[in-house]
């Protein structure tokens, strides 16, 4: 591919015109899905500077990129030290020992809870089991909400008569429901599954819908021309680019159906124990080391689920899309 | 027609109007022969977008015909429209996988046409890896891997720098000069026009019709040092004239 500089040189003179070349192109933004979810203008904020870091990187890979090493490790370290200290200074100098129960320090909870097997391995069962209801329960509104979105998307009046649904979903108190799922669906693993799904389907319909709905109209313009089939359109266009804002809502359901996993523990204790009823036991026990330390086992699980649907959604998209890398 | 030569695409007495009311083309005669190159310069908001829609047949005409004889048509768009998690190959091979052509058969098509565009090397790549002006030839790929008999375009180097825009010209009409399609070309820049069409038609606005058109005599494949010559200025002269005269 040779450039011919020298020829361009001439231009100005033998094209009075060459103004009319100039012409100003919008700068082929690459379309990145906001968030659509109250719950996940952070992660939104975040792909957004991603996209800003991404191209910066690209143009010069080396130089640009912030420091990484050091300073990234220490950060973190040093938050949770003091946290830590925060935490000690709320045990010992704001409380009197008669009320230390409260808020015990750290060390004690590490003691009675986390160090003493017979404490642990309960919580850890029991976490196991709110495990597998927040997963099944993501796994359903996956499964329900890209559907829903799917169906919603296929016509406008299909979307106007169901998506209001959608929004009473996400409206309604769960613990105004709480009675007719238990009558319903009994007081066991079921109804907790139940729970999860209400709480996480909303984002994945919302996030699935918007990102269907905003395939670039030149893209639909191509299918058009090819005479492609809706299945084909469906399947070969709308989904793939719909894929980022489905992992955006599978991110936030994902934190969602965890909280989700909880409550239900909480209210449909048939059956084996979940955190969720373990932290309602030591809670009624007054064990509060074992409630915190119950309480810091469910918080870590929910980053875990973050964090893995985060990597998930990086190996699926991270190649082509800017919110996959993070 | 009575000429001898085929035609590729005509508008006969072609008139469009919006829901809105504004009437975005009014009396629209065109022919596109085979084989032939035919550039449209206009003003913004003169239709000329709408005359590429009509053409491909994305939207009809509120009167008048519209004839493709050839059938199928190839499209490039004003962006390269590349589908971001598809490699340049796959990409490329798109319009024949939603055809439903075989595998083999359909890869080996666009790697004839990644080849023609000087793309070879680059099939595995994603879009996203590529400059703006290699993603204009992917889509140019894309046009070509069809082999349609009309070619739209809307205006396809318009985003790109200048330099890039300049060879893109020089690489289409090689192009264009080796497979003999009859093109329909959109811009906004006469030069680009003149540089690559055999003949120029003058748009003007409010509503959009033909106004001028410009025989360009210059035998195809054109040299890149065509634009300085005389002869290339006196028609860009002329057609920048026409396009002027409708601004007053």
């Known amino acids: 591919m040779t450039t011919n500089t020298p020829s361009a040189a001439h231009q100005a003179p033998s094209a009075p015109i060459a103004s009319a070349d100039h012409e100003i192109a919008g700068a082929a933004a690459a379309d990145s899905p906001a968030a659509v979810t109250t719950s996940d203008t952070r992660s939104a904020a975040r792909s957004a500077s991603d996209a800003v870091r991404g191209s910066a990187g690209a143009a010069a890979p080396a130089p640009l990129r912030p420091r990484r090493g050091p300073v990234v490790l220490l950060a973190p370290i040093g938050s949770l030290v003091v946290a830590i200290g925060l935490w000690y200074a709320v045990s010992y100098l704001l409380l009197a020992p008669a009320r230390r129960f409260l808020v015990p320090p750290p060390h004690q909870v590490l003691r009675v809870a986390v160090l003493d097997w017979t404490h642990l391995q309960p919580m850890l069962q029991a976490l196991a089991l709110t495990a597998q209801v927040a997963l099944s329960g993501l796994a359903i509104a996956a499964a329900l909400g890209i559907t829903g979105a799917v169906v919603m998307s296929r016509a406008r009046w299909l979307e106007r008569s169901l998506y209001p649904y959608a929004v009473i979903l996400q409206t309604v108190p769960i613990l105004a429901i709480v009675p007719l799922i238990g009558l319903w669906f009994g007081f066991g693993f079921t109804s907790r599954v139940v729970v999860c799904v209400l709480i996480a389907l909303f984002p994945l319909i919302a996030n699935t819908l918007f990102g269907l709905q905003s395939v670039d109209r030149a893209h639909h313009d191509l299918f058009t021309l090819q005479k492609a089939s809706r299945w084909a359109r469906l399947r070969k266009l709308e989904l793939p680019a719909a894929l980022p804002a489905i992992f955006t809502g599978l991110r936030t359901s994902s934190g969602l159906s965890v909280i989700g996993a909880i409550v239900g523990d909480m209210f449909f204790k048939q059956g084996a124990a979940g955190i969720g009823t373990l932290l309602d036991v030591y809670r009624s026990r007054l064990q509060s080391e074992d409630l915190f330390a119950a309480i810091i086992l469910a918080s870590l699980f929910g980053v875990a689920v973050f964090a893995l649907f985060t990597l998930v959604s990086r190996l699926a998209i991270g190649s082509w899309h800017a919110s996959g890398r993070s | ?248």
């Open chain 2, 1 to 248: 027609m009575a000429t001898a030569v085929r035609t590729a695409l005509s508008f006969v007495a072609v008139d469009k109007h919006f829901d809105s009311g504004t009437t975005a083309l009014s009396g629209v005669e065109l022919h596109v022969g085979a084989g032939e190159f035919v550039g449209v310069v206009g003003p913004s908001g003169c239709g000329k977008s709408t005359l590429l829609r009509l053409a491909s047949g994305l939207d009809a005409p509120s009167s008048g015909e519209i004839s493709v004889p050839g059938g199928d048509v190839g499209y490039v768009f004003q962006d390269a429209t590349l589908l971001p998690w598809r490699s340049v190959l796959s990409n490329v091979a798109l319009p024949a996988e939603l055809a439903g052509r075989p595998k083999a058969e359909r890869h080996e098509r666009a790697m004839d046409a990644i080849r023609l565009v000087g793309l070879d090397g680059f099939e595995k790549q994603l879009p996203g890896q590529l400059s703006g002006g290699m993603r204009m030839r992917v889509s140019l790929a894309r046009a070509l891997m069809m082999r349609p008999a009309l070619f739209l375009f809307d205006e396809p180097f318009g985003a790109l720098d200048e330099m890039t825009r300049l060879r893109m010209q020089e690489e289409l009409q090689r192009i264009f000069a080796e497979t003999g399609f009859a093109g329909l070309f959109i811009t906004h820049s006469v030069t680009e026009a003149v540089f690559l069409a055999n003949r120029v038609v003058v748009m003007s606005a409010r509503p959009g019709r033909i106004t001028a058109e410009f025989e360009v005599p210059f035998a195809h494949p054109r040299p890149a040092s065509l634009r300085y010559e005389p002869e290339f200025a006196a028609i860009a002269g002329a057609v920048s004239a026409a396009l002027r005269g409708d601004a007053t």
